[in-house]
């Protein structure tokens, strides 16, 4: 028994399995399981005799194919929306929008669903065939816009869903990739200068045995020690990065710490801020508009927020509605929510609109981190051609510095 547990409690892989169902009809996806063997029980559950049951290999660049990402989901979502209003029935809504991907792994997963589909199985129970690209939330409301007879509905919203979150994202990181890409490659032309331009100038210095002004011998002495210990600085600057990652992925305490200080920054804490709650506001007003229960719909927000702060919040947000408490006073008894997200929600609740309010919370939040995002951009640009100027122009400085003494002397 106590081995068994061992086992349920090892972390989860995605299998593929190979079978027929209960009409004897041949069928094959993927499951998510800790073993094949967990894997075969929980197909025999189903209603599944699987004939194969092996571990799924991660897409790489090794194997020749793209990785699925999060904006090949958006895209195939819009599609097979667009197609089923346009009155494309369902599977061959699958061929279409197959055809017309260029991701050669996300039209294997499709043809994947459209098999499964054909085999018997419903829409979101093929998704759920597919844990990495389809989490609990999406199959959720695929589920409910199966069994309101709106399937074509839902997919609209869901689409919208998935683009209005793929939106916020590239705009987190393009507020991000820039200063970190400068001041990369600000680090390396700096390293470079002092390994092998500055020891070059050093000789030639050595020849005058003259003094060297004092920012001449600032500026050698980095280049030694950069020389002398260069290589320990960057496997400690990897083991940094490393440890980092891992200690936030492997420790819930640790991430949840990097998350509550994150918002505490100056600049970034705000669009992280403003991020958060307009994922938040987006996430409810999709599950509330899918027909989902506020309970269950605050159960999705918690986990979509991407913060361990408004997480927490979340989930006692839903500790108080289950007692009774009203939306806006649980949001407004947690302290982390801005007072326009709470008088929305508060008209919303009044009005039987609640969804339309979050709506265009999440809509005004989402505008104010494009806002946020262009602004730090055109601040960033300046401050980091002011540093490079500073750090480059002044190590240049440095090294000439000798030569202009001896010119003035001569």
Known sequence: MAKAAAVKQKKKGTFTYEGVDRRGVKIKGEILSASSAFARAELRKQGINANKVRKKNEISFL??????????IAIFTRQLATMMKAGVPLVQSFEIVADGLDNASMKEVVLRIKTDVEGGNNFAGALRNHPKYFDDLYCSLVEAGEQSGALETMLDRVALYKEKSEALKQKIKKAMKYPATVLVVAAVVTAILLIKVVPTFQELFD???AELPAPTLMVIGLSESLQANGLFILIAIAAFVIGFTQARRRSPAFSDQV???????????????????????RTLATTFAAGVPLIDALDACAGATGNAVYRKAVYKIKDDVSTGQQLQFAMRATGVFPSMALQMTAIGEESGSLDSMLSKVAQYYEDEVDNAVDGLTSMMEPLIMSFL????????????????????VV
Not at 264 to 269: A, E, F, N, Q, R
Not at 389 to 397: A, D, N
């Open 389 to 408: 100027g500073i750090v480059v122009g002044g190590m240049v400085v440095a090294m000439y510095l000798p030569i202009f003494q001896i010119g003035a």
């Open 63 to 72: 194997s020749g194919k793209k990785a699925i990402k999060p904006g090949d």
């Open 259 to 281: 998350d509550k200080y994150l918002l505490k920054l100056p600049i970034v804490g705000d669009i992280t801020f403003k991020a958060t709650v307009a994922r938040y506001a």
């Open 207 to 209: 020849s005058f045995g």
